[in-house]
């Protein structure tokens, strides 16, 4: 059985990391000179996660994961498949981490692992580097490293967005157990719908406003027969794909919900990295 976890709970475990501001005395200055070190600019920002080391072990984080930490102190994170809360204080290079409640929706394969390791590296006093776009947390003994890499909100049209839960009401639950990952979709700016529902191939029509995307043909597809999980997927899909959708979208994470509170989200598909 699938768990699934309340949508609700985004809005209460961004208030579950705090965010110190205090900036801390540099070692060896002059007392009269009043010198501070700066915070780690860490503040503000989408870190994406890119990879976790554990032990010498690295793991490579799946899409979706990151961590976002406002302006004002608050922040909330996801694994890749849970929302995360923790209490975060910074000083200086150090950055303080005391881990808080997160959702419950199953992680299985790869992002199950993932989370795992995040758990373990994610936590306690971890000195901080910036450079550039990328924010390295290294353990006190080296031997954890948490990756990560800022990245800017993802536009409406022309991202590739992932299904990675489905909505019902108040809830939200992950898609069935072997389709993770098959479904996905591009909102060109000439109201065209496509992308694959799981298993086949898909076109529709859509009129797109400041809140909503509505449907305004049937949807084409391909003919093509796929396993269970990922043709129970892509009944749903299809079946949501008709008439209109309210959306939300929140940096990176685009949720589209029916009348009758049924729905998708999905996250979009990080940028290409450029070549070396």
């Not at 950055?95 to 790869?110: F, H, I, L, R, S």
């Not at 529709?204 to 269970?228: D, Q, W």
Request: charged share 20%.
């Amino acid at each position: 059985m699938l768990k699934t976890r309340p949508i609700a709970a985004t809005a209460v475990l961004a208030s579950l990391v705090v965010l110190s501001a205090c900036g801390t005395e540099k070692a060896g200055s002059d007392p009269g000179a009043g010198s501070v070190a700066p915070d780690v600019p860490v503040a503000g920002v989408h870190w994406a996660f890119d990879t976790v080391t554990v032990a010498g072990k690295e793991t490579r984080a799946p899409d979706g994961a990151h961590i976002e930490i406002a302006a004002n102190g608050q922040a909330s994170g996801n694994s890749g498949c849970n929302g995360f809360g923790a209490e975060v204080s910074v000083q200086g290079d150090t950055v303080t981490v005391k881990q808080g409640q997160g959702t419950e929706m199953a992680c299985p394969g790869e992002r199950g692992a993932f989370e795992a390791v995040l758990q373990k590296a994610f936590a306690g006093s971890l000195k901080a580097r910036v450079d550039g776009d990328r924010l390295t947390l290294t353990s006190e003994d080296g031997k954890n490293v948490v990756a990560l890499t800022s990245e800017p909100p993802a536009p409406l049209n022309g991202t590739t967005w992932t299904v990675d839960s489905l909505v019902s009401g108040e809830t939200a639950s992950s898609p069935p157990k072997g389709s993770e990952g098959k479904a996905t979709f591009v909102i060109d700016k000439d109201g065209r719908v496509r992308g694959n529902l799981g298993c086949n191939r898909f076109t529709a029509t859509a009129k797109v406003t400041a809140e909503t995307l509505t449907v305004t043909g049937p949807v084409a597809t391909t003919r093509m027969i796929c396993s269970g999980p990922q043709m129970e997927l892509e009944t749903k899909l299809y079946e949501l794909l008709d008439g209109s959708l309210s959306y939300e979208l929140r940096h990176r994470t685009l949720t589209l919900t029916g009348a009758d509170g049924e729905g998708f989200a999905a996250t979009a598909k990080p940028a290409a990295s450029p070549a070396p």
